[in-house]
């Protein structure tokens, strides 16, 4: 009996595919759309912090605590110098990531020697500390190409900055010409850099992909759709009155609902599934993917989504009513709960409410398992939450939707 | 095989079905005539569960409804009146559902599936999705999956409303069918035709009460035997039941000013007898119909209005 209702459903959303589709489509669509985004300036995006630990107390420390990003770049990037307390401080979530400059940095790049600058990433925190890195890559790219190109000219000017006289008009002349002579000269440089760039959060840590990531927020925002549709169901059937057919059967109210249930965690679990499947087949996940946990915080997940959507769906008098109150609390807790941009970006009072969504638990779970490669040990919880929220939810709900089916056929 | 005693069922002020009773033995087809609104609907949802009444006791096969719904469901087959299909699976697939509800798996779906498509003329289309349909083939599928757990009891909805006469031929010859097959039939239905030539008994129902019942030819015995008069034209009521009184057997049915129902009886002075006095007593008539005694003049004469009113 079972079997029967939830196969009926699966075969009726093949043979009309166009929601689904659409669920399956929207997170690349979002994926590409933020991508395209983030390549353009915006406001929107709230300061990053980014910590400079100087041992060496040199250039290249006063040059970027001086500095400023363009504001038109779209990032807006608070670079603070600190001491060693900076660490403390960046676990406190103060700075996405601290730059750590070794001692004998500038000495170093001027001999040729090999030295690297350590980044280190605020583990709690994904996107920005990844813009972060990539700024780091850039100075370190143009540091390697100077000091490989310009050689004793830029000992010279070293020698001139940390010079207490001021530099004659005569030598900047000079420096300057053999600046651009060897500039004009150099096509290429050569390998190995001289300066490297070290990316501590945890060792061994690979770096997360943006797009896996918009993925992975978005498509835990398409589960919550797949449940509204599988759930809202119940009010389509009472309209065309299968409803009323089904319970003049010896089939239980609470079967139908359970049914029904079921079908939406099956169903959703099959559309993260695929969606997850897609992106690993773009290479946007880490290489080593624990699938029976993914499929487990999917059930979990997909448990969780049906439950609430049974409840609130159940709590309304009309298939209207349930298709608007859906829409605003999938949109709501999306927004909140890092579907829509991550949650490290809201700001402090808002992020404790993201706590308060489904979204957040599943989302976090997800990037931990698939994208920057979290521990188990962490993803268990949020699991282990979403399944037992799941559980409660669906056994609300289901008693709710019962009293509900027995008025609206009445 | 059913039998239902003193059901009600109010909506506020609104008597719904007020204290029904009638009794259907096993293999027969028991008619609600009636017009919409009269609680045909109400009392074949009480019977069906869907609607728990506020008086009255529901049995089938000697099992109490309120006792055992589950029992009384699995004897039960319910067509609504309402077309429930869904229309995205095929024929085949929503009798697979339907199947499946009840526990029909396997051979025994498949050959059940092929007997019923066969039986209500859609095997050729069993393959198609029901959104193809035409109004009666829908209809036709929609009474086959009522059917589908071979149920002791059929309770039908008005299942020929708003089709073509080929299809309420095909459904009424079903109908027949399943009943020559020992089933048990609640059918309900405004058409009188329909009702007179399908039903073994009937209960002739109106604003939520069974003002008659029985067998057709009991119903019919009410109006007397013999012929029915329509009798029309611009006098006074008064006038007409005064000719009336002096024929001789003759007995007014209904009466009002323009219109009056007479029934002559066999071994009266007869039908044409009657015509002369009519005629002859200078009334303004404009016209007189003569008919065999109708489910139509009864329902007339026991509620007062005419069953399409």
Known sequence: MFWSLIRKDLIRRWRSPASTLVMLLFPFMMAGMIGAISSGPSDQIPPTTLFVLDREDGLLGGFLTGGAVPEDSGFRLEVEKVGEEGFARMENGEASAMLVIPESFTEDLIEGRTTTLRLVRNPAESIKPEILEQGTYVIATYLDVAVKVLGEELEQMFDMFESDEMPSVLMVTQLSAAFYERISQAETYLFPPVVSIGSTKEEGAPRPNLFGYVLVMVSVMSVLFVAIRAVTDLYEDQRTGMLRRQLATPVPVAALVNAKVLFAVVFGVLVMLILLVAGALFGWFQEAVPVHWVLLHSVAYSLAAAGLMTMEVSVVRTEKQAGILAWIVVMGMSALGGSMFPAEFLPEGVRNLSRLTLNYWAVEGYLDLIVRDGRLADVLPRTALLAGVGVVFAGVGQMLMQRRLREVVR | ?309
């Open chain 2, 1 to 309: 095989m059913l039998s239902v005693t003193n059901l009600s069922k109010h909506y506020g002020e609104i008597r719904a079905v007020d204290g029904v009773g009638f009794d259907v033995a096993a293999g027969r087809i028991f008619g609600l005539l009636g017009p919409n609104g009269a609680g045909k609907t109400t009392i074949i949802s009480m019977i069906a569960g869907l609607v728990s009444p506020a008086t009255g006791r529901v049995e089938v096969d000697g099992i109490d409804l309120a006792r055992d719904p589950a029992a009384v469901k699995r004897r039960l087959g319910v067509v609504p009146q309402e077309i429930a299909l869904y229309e995205d699976l095929t024929a085949r697939e929503n009798l697979a559902f339907w199947g499946g509800i009840y526990g029909l798996r396997g051979k025994e779906m498949d050959h059940r599936r092929d007997e019923l498509l066969e039986l209500v003329g859609l095997a050729d289309r069993a393959r198609e999705p029901v959104k193809n349909f035409s109004g009666g083939m829908k209809r036709r599928l929609n009474l086959a999956l009522g059917l589908v757990h071979r149920p002791r009891l059929v309770l039908l909805d008005e299942p020929t409303v708003g089709i073509d006469p080929q299809a309420r031929i095909n459904i009424l010859d079903v109908v027949r069918d399943i009943v020559a097959g020992g089933t048990t039939v609640l059918y309900t239905t405004h058409y009188l035709e329909e009702a007179e030539d399908l039903c073994d008994e009937l209960a002739i129902m109106d604003h939520g009460t069974i003002h008659a019942k029985g067998t057709i030819a009991e119903l019919k015995a009410e109006l007397g035997e013999g012929s029915v008069l329509t009798v029309q034209g611009a006098f006074e009521k008064e006038d007409v039941a005064r000719v009336v009184e002096d024929l001789d057997g003759a007995r007014l049915l209904e009466l009002d000013d323009g219109r009056a129902l007479v029934n002559v009886p066999l071994g009266s002075d007869g039908v044409g007898h009657t015509l002369k006095a009519l005629y002859g007593s200078g009334l303004p008539l404009s016209g007189i119909t003569v008919k065999e005694p109708n489910l139509e003049d009864l329902f007339l004469k026991l509620t007062g209005r005419e069953l399409r009113d």
